[in-house]
């Protein structure tokens, strides 16, 4: 089935914003942008009503139906084009088997859905090998969209389904304004990379996923969970890079951060939210002990979320400045990339945090775990992206094959895990 455009053409095309249109630029089809949403249900679906509540859904949410529109090598800019409908069918049930999450998890790291076909996600029903329960795999081509805003449609989709109650609780306000504190690395500074290990002859992402504890801190404490997961994740990669033979003086750490301020009910603006801040930390600090660690990270990760900025910077918003053809600027931003990777961050630490919906489908059937993994393209190579429900940390490690093996992820797994544990142990 294919879908028509929306009557009043001319005012369902927008032109690609900077975030969707570097993204585009950047396109490789060895290591494909796509995020991972990965949901673990207590219960089964109905095949009909599942797609039925997902079409509703997209309707709900109509910045989600679009594609790219075509254009001449002469356009200054890629244009999205909203449908009325989708173009294929978004929802789809593969063969059971006991490597039916295996696959279905390489499908999500491997197959991005294109731009070209509307809605640019793809959701898998999967039953679990073992329990027979309902796996939801959501996957994302990141030029067009990110985790948040998809996991608001999923929940609409529940909601719809079940007819339950998937209101998650209000926004909070942004925080106050703060002065960057003194003592930054510099910014200019070349950071850290992570240290090979044994890479894959075959090109792509490989991923681990894992359960956890939610760490715990005193009460009143002055660092939040996400401050004891950037600790983690830091420690964690020094920890590796010493394994490895990364000698000192070692290079300062800068793991970006994904900051997302939009509301998160059914007024959430569908798309690519997030800004990236760039938190840095020295060798010298990761060394202090974990108290004054983790207060300093809380600072810092404070005083940068308040800042106002676009979302991947001003340099960003100028390359994007429709001066000439697209393919010139593709180029153009192509070789600037490969020229600023040097300077690119050490790795990417995405806390989702805890997931503001139920995701309650009804009849018992409501998320138990909630997985998200970010593209991991070199030259980061390693991401770390977090979510809790339930009470548990549900962590998923995402590597380039070209960095490391799965070997690698098994053993940055255990770093991470014990730097995690130490951050409620010795912050006591």
């Known amino acids: 089935m294919t879908a028509t455009t929306t009557p009043g053409a001319e005012e369902n095309r927008h032109p690609?914003?900077?975030?969707?249109?570097?993204?585009r630029h950047c396109q490789q089809h060895d290591e494909p942008e796509t995020v991972h949403i990965e949901v673990h249900l207590t219960?089964?679906?109905?095949?009909?009503?599942?797609?039925?509540?997902?079409?509703?859904?997209?309707?709900?949410?109509p910045r989600i139906l679009m594609?790219?529109?075509?254009?001449?090598?002469?356009?200054?800019?890629?244009?999205w084009e909203l449908t009325d409908g989708p173009d294929v069918?978004?929802?789809?049930?593969?063969?059971?088997?006991?490597?039916?999450?295996?696959?279905?998890?390489?499908?999500?790291?491997?197959?991005?859905?294109?731009?070209?076909?509307?809605p640019p996600v793809r959701l898998e029903c999967v039953p679990h090998p073992e329990t027979g329960d309902t796996v939801l795999f959501l996957t994302i081509n990141?030029?067009?969209?990110?985790?948040?805003?998809?996991l608001r449609v999923l929940a609409t989709a529940a909601d719809l389904y079940g007819g339950r109650g998937n209101t998650p609780p209000p926004?909070?306000?942004?925080?106050?304004?703060?002065?960057?504190p003194p003592g930054l690395p510099s910014s200019w500074a070349r950071p850290a990379r992570v240290a090979p290990g044994t890479p894959e002859a075959r090109p792509g992402n490989g991923m681990l996923v894992c359960e956890l504890a939610v760490p715990r801190r005193p009460k009143g404490a002055p660092y939040t969970v996400n401050d004891q997961l950037m600790v983690a994740t830091a420690r964690t990669v020094a920890n590796w890079n010493d394994e490895h033979g990364v000698h000192r003086p070692r290079r300062p750490l800068r793991i970006t951060m994904p900051v997302d301020d939009r509301p998160r009910d059914a007024t959430m603006?569908?798309?690519?939210?997030?800004?990236?801040?760039?938190?840095?930390?020295?060798?010298?600090e990761l060394q202090r002990p974990t108290p004054a660690l983790l207060r300093l990270t809380a600072e810092r990760t404070a005083a940068l979320r308040s800042l106002v900025r676009p979302q991947l910077g001003h340099g960003a918003t100028l390359l994007t400045s429709p001066y000439a053809p697209v393919a010139w600027r593709a180029a153009a931003?192509?070789?600037?990339?490969?020229?600023?990777?040097?300077?690119?961050?050490?790795?990417?630490?995405?806390?989702?945090?805890?997931?503001?919906?139920?995701l309650d489908f009804g009849d018992g059937c409501r998320a138990r775990a909630v997985w998200f993994s970010a593209p991991a393209r070199m030259p980061r190579g390693l991401t770390f992206t977090t979510a809790s429900t339930a009470g548990r940390l549900h962590v998923a490690l995402r590597w380039s094959r070209t960095l490391l093996s799965h070997g690698d992820g098994v053993r940055l797994r255990d770093l991470f895990e014990h730097h995690l544990h130490a951050t409620q142990e010795e912050a006591r």
């Open 16 to 23: 690609f914003p900077t975030v969707d249109e570097i993204a």
């Open 43 to 61: 219960g089964h679906l109905d095949p009909p009503r599942l797609r039925t509540a997902f079409g509703q859904a997209l309707r709900a949410h």
């Open 67 to 79: 594609r790219e529109a075509p254009r001449r090598w002469y356009t200054s800019r890629y244009t």
């Open 89 to 118: 069918p978004p929802v789809s049930f593969p063969e059971p088997g006991p490597n039916a999450l295996k696959r279905a998890r390489t499908r999500a790291l491997t197959e991005a859905p294109p731009l070209t076909t509307s």
């Open 142 to 150: 990141h030029t067009a969209l990110d985790g948040p805003a998809c």
């Open 171 to 180: 926004t909070p306000p942004p925080p106050p304004r703060r002065p960057p």
């Open 269 to 284: 603006p569908i798309g690519n939210g997030t800004r990236l801040v760039g938190v840095p930390l020295s060798a010298a």
């Open 333 to 358: 931003t192509r070789a600037l990339r490969t020229a600023a990777a040097p300077w690119t961050s050490t790795t990417l630490l995405s806390n989702i945090g805890r997931i503001p919906y139920p």
